[in-house]
């Protein structure tokens, strides 16, 4: 796996020498922030080693090399999931291919169902914290020591000073940033109504099939983790609808300027975030 990295990440500096501090995930309908990067460089994941392509509509498959302001950035439009039967380890293989490019700082970025009362669709909702109820974790086999500890501490995996940098940035643009408990299910199927019930009596706030493996694996790589939620619908049972992709789709280019600002503006703050 180590030298795979080394492999994947050799290929990426081969194309671009850059040494990225940041690195994006983009989530469903939510690629075209990449619009807001300058300098870029594109490099398809079917070319890069040990990448697989996405095969989910709305998620590119694309690697952007780029600048925001003076932040060098390196951007995952579109992402791997448990649901297209792909094991762990290669969900999260192009995240630490981020790290093994030196990025340690990591923004995730998603759409999820409200669970919470509170949220509307097109609400920004800041991961405070997760519910891996996955079934899986991308640490499961044997540890890599090269990358992290066997039994990584999770109590402040998405990063405390990333969260406030973001609040600022909200606050300064005007909106509230809501921030909640982000609930992982392998998917492909969306919830049922009762299985939505049960989430919010566990206390989760919003419900996706995304994120939870790459904060583990960043996390295990010791890397400073943010993420971001699009809340793109309620959650089944909520609102007399069902629920489509098409449709989540469609409401998270909605929010798209406002969630590429966000973005933008918190990224540039980033660029001298020390310990
Ligand atoms: N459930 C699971 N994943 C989702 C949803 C949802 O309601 N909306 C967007 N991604």
Do not use: W
């Not at 300098?39 to 590119?60: A, D, K, L, Q, W």
Request: aromatic share 6%; with cysteine; proline share 5%.
């Amino acid at each position: 796996m180590y030298e795979k990295l080394g492999t994947a990440a050799k290929y990426i500096q081969g194309i671009k020498q850059t040494t990225p501090t940041v690195g994006i995930v983009l989530g469903s309908g939510l690629g075209a922030f990449v619009d807001q990067i300058e300098n870029t460089t594109v490099i398809p994941y079917s070319n890069i080693p040990f990448f697989r392509n996405t095969t989910v509509e709305g998620h590119e498959g694309r690697l952007i090399l780029g600048q925001v302001g003076a932040v060098e950035v390196a951007v995952l439009q579109g992402r791997l999931h448990v649901y297209e039967g792909l094991p762990t380890e290669e969900i999260v293989f192009p995240v630490r291919t981020l790290a093994t490019l030196g990025i340690e700082t990591l923004i995730l970025t998603n759409a999820a169902g409200g669970i919470n009362f509170d949220y509307t669709p097109g609400d920004l909702v800041l991961i405070e914290d997760h519910l891996n109820m996955m079934g899986v974790n991308p640490l499961i086999g044997p540890n890599l020591n090269e990358l992290g500890p066997r039994f990584p501490d999770m109590t402040l995996t998405y990063n405390p000073k990333l969260r406030s940098l973001m609040q600022e940035v909200a606050g300064k643009m005007d909106f509230n940033l809501k921030s909640g408990i982000y609930c992982a299910l392998q998917g492909p199927t969306y919830e049922t109504p009762a299985e939505i019930k049960m989430l919010r009596t566990l206390g989760a706030d919003m419900v996706g099939m995304s994120t939870v493996p790459e904060a583990i694996a960043a996390n295990h790589l010791g890397m400073k983790v943010c993420g971001v939620s699009c809340i793109t619908n309620m959650a089944a049972g909520m609102k007399n609808v069902t629920l489509k992709h098409e449709d989540i789709k469609i409401e998270a280019r909605k929010v798209m300027s406002r969630f590429s600002q966000l973005l933008t503006d918190s990224i540039k703050k980033m660029e001298n975030l020390n310990e």
